[in-house]
């Protein structure tokens, strides 16, 4: 079994937005879906511990113009293969392969769709922790990284990215649809209550920026 102690170096360097912080939170929440679920947790909390190791090589390609920079994910899939193989003892193939696919299926920007119901915690708790307060402080400190204004309008037709992104495009144009990609009851719950925190957030930053709060 991979533990906190073991994972928690593979994420030096990390920026802010995928440390060890977020594997945490991800996996606090993996713990409360996955229970009430009835997901095996020993799946579940290997595979959150291993699901971004490869984040920082994916954002540093990105960064330096490296189009042929691999999916994250299926890095971490393969990589946490041949971690768990060198565990003593080795896990069976059965639950690696569970491990492979969770982590595997946990983005939204590939074709793996989660098909087991630990792959399925695994994906919702990472999303739920891109919404709710925590989605907006990391939405924040992503601009902060990118140098980003505080707030913008969100003109007709924008596709979600561009110079004058911002921390609420960003919440317009992704993170107020997290809700309904989720996959579990108990995730969809977790979202509502998220959800609504952000919607509150901004309705009243846009009141104190127009000077009516």
């Not at 060198?86 to 989660?114: E, G, K, M």
């Not at 107020?176 to 952000?198: F, N």
Request: charged share 25%.
């Amino acid at each position: 079994m991979i533990t906190v102690e073991f994972a928690r170096p593979l994420y030096d360097g990390s920026d802010p937005i995928h440390d060890f912080d977020h594997v945490l939170r991800v996996l606090a929440l993996a713990r409360r879906i996955g229970q009430a679920e009835g997901a095996n947790l020993a799946v579940v909390e290997t595979a959150v511990l291993l699901h971004d190791i490869h984040r920082a090589d994916e954002d540093q390609g990105h960064a330096a113009g490296d189009a042929k920079v691999g999916d994250h994910a299926l890095l971490a899939a393969d990589a946490a293969r041949k971690i768990l193989a060198r565990q003593d003892p080795p896990p069976s193939n059965d639950f690696v392969d569970a491990v492979a696919h969770c982590i595997a299926a946990h983005r939204f920007r590939n074709s793996i769709d989660p098909q087991t119901i630990e792959a399925k915690t695994v994906f919702d708790a990472d999303k739920l922790d891109a919404i709710g307060a925590i989605g907006i402080a990391r939405a924040y400190a992503y601009g902060g990284m990118m140098g980003q204004r505080l707030w913008g309008e969100v003109p007709d037709g924008y596709a979600g990215d561009g110079p004058d992104h911002t921390a609420y495009h960003e919440f317009v144009y992704k993170l107020s649809k997290i809700q309904d990609r989720l996959t579990t009851a108990t995730g969809r719950a977790i979202a509502r209550e998220r959800h609504a925190a952000m919607v509150a957030y901004f309705e009243r930053l846009r009141a104190e920026i127009e000077g009516r709060a």
